[in-house]
């Protein structure tokens, strides 16, 4: 493991990631202090070019945001078999030779937050993006029912047929709802007007996973805390997403508690992804 060595978040806009400061706390606490973690602001149709220039300015390992998911998987020269099922990748290793290897560590991030076993419960996932792909696959392959709802139907049942799930028109009750969507983001007084869900009728499911975060909460998970139903959120998914590729570039653990309090610091923006 090299000394020193530079690490950073590829995405368009960047600006309020929460990952520099998640791994900046993380290698000081492992005492890497040669290493660097950064925002790396790219708008796409610079991508490809950026990514291929990144080993040789001595970055050894890129997380990957929005809108460059699909296209990280895409210009890797390698990928694990998660991220290809998948269909796109957050994490990016680079070796001394300048091969690109990709990774998905939303899928096992979204497992390790939520902190229990998953078999055999009935799961609702809104949405049918990235971040939903990788919800359906990590529920899925960890034996839980998956149902899909997505405003556009035509692209949950693409989702639901690749990933050996199922498409509903209304959420489902059951034992497990993770929004994968931006709603309530930027204007959570619109969470209940835009997503197919009642803020009273909640427990009909025992947990909620928000992936959006917010300072001061969301209303879906507060509601759903409300109405007596376990509350997972974003940046708790984050952290553990951040942690597996931080151990994945380092070979080291990766210190939760230290990346916890970094991630939810006083500056924490509205955010649905790192």
Known sequence: ????ARLGVLGWPVAHSRSPA????ALAQLGLGGWSYQRLPVPPELFDETVRGLPGAGFV????TIPHKEAALALADDATPAARTIGAANTLSFSPDGAIEADNTDAP???????EDVAGMDATVLGAGGSAR???FALREAGARVAIWNRSAA???QVAEELGATVVAAPQAGALLVNCTSVGLHDPARTFKDLPLDAD??????MVVDLVYRPSGTALLDAAARRGCRTVDGLEVLVRQGALSLTRWTGREAPLAAMRTAARGPDTQP???A
Request: hydrophobic fraction near 55%.
């Open 155 to 157: 692209r949950a049942r």
């Open 1 to 4: 493991m090299s000394a020193v």
């Open 109 to 115: 991030g979204l497992l390790a937050a939520i902190g």
């Open 271 to 273: 955010r649905d992804d």
């Open 61 to 64: 390992g890129a997380n990957v």
């Open 201 to 206: 009728g909640l427990d009909r499911w025992s």
């Open 134 to 136: 990788a919800a359906v």
């Open 22 to 25: 998640m791994h900046t706390a």
